[in-house]
């Protein structure tokens, strides 16, 4: 699998979801599956299967991983204690965007549709450090980027259960407005994958 093997900022990177129902699925090649066909803003969910929306003008964009919990626990006779790890909670995931209200409007095939209607949603976050020919998880879209033929670009892929909780707006009167969307995350983190 041809995951990202040099140094480099992840420009081109990606947070999609699928718009079909949830699967539980912990296979790369289910979840991968979900993400074929984009959707363009503006277009209804009908026959959402292998069809999935991408968020646009992200800004900057979280840590992923499962964060550390660490626990100090005494050890009696010693000068310091030992530290065992302990379950750790979801990380918070919120991603900065630059506001255009247009893409935001709650009507059914815009983003704003989806924001606090508590449904679980499977998301794939993407790491990229070069443009591939499209965003769909197979090889004529991830599998390009770094500007190579279908089936050797470098992607790294990570997918979870999550849902829209939140989109809080920060108006700028010098800059682009920014918003930043609260994505809850459900389930654990699975991955890295990569399309090949």
Do not use: C
């Given at each position: 699998m041809p ?8 420009v081109?990177s ?17 979840l991968q599956g ?9 277009t ?6 292998t069809?999935?929306r ?18 100090n ?12 790890q ?12 630059n506001f255009v209200?247009s893409?935001?409007?709650s009507a059914?095939g815009?983003l704003?549709?989806y ?5 679980l949603?499977?998301?794939r ?8 020919a499209?965003y ?7 599998g390009t980027?770094k ?21 809080q707006?920060?108006?700028q ?9 609260t ?9 890295p994958?990569?399309?090949?």
């Amino acid at each position: 699998m041809p995951h990202i093997d040099s140094i480099g900022a992840g420009v081109f990177s990606d947070i999609s979801f699928s718009i079909d129902t949830y699967s539980a699925s912990t296979t790369d090649t289910v979840l991968q599956g979900m993400f074929i066909l984009p959707v363009a803003l503006g277009t209804g969910d009908t026959t959402p299967a292998t069809k999935f929306r991408r968020i646009p003008n992200i800004r900057e964009l979280p840590q992923i991983g499962t964060p550390p919990n660490i626990v100090n626990v005494p050890n009696f006779g010693f000068k310091t204690s030992k530290q065992v790890q302990g379950q750790a909670d979801a990380p918070t995931f919120e991603v900065t965007l630059n506001f255009v209200p247009s893409e935001w409007q709650s009507a059914s095939g815009y983003l704003g549709f989806y924001i606090g209607n508590s449904t679980l949603y499977n998301f794939r976050f993407t790491l990229l450090n070069a443009e591939p020919a499209g965003y769909s998880s197979n090889q004529a879209g991830l599998g390009t980027a770094k500007g190579g033929s279908a089936g050797s670009g470098k992607n790294t892929q990570y997918f979870f259960g999550g849902k829209f909780e939140a989109l809080q707006i920060s108006p700028q009167l010098t800059d682009a407005s920014t918003a930043v969307l609260t994505i809850s995350i459900q389930t654990d983190l699975l991955g890295p994958w990569s399309n090949s």
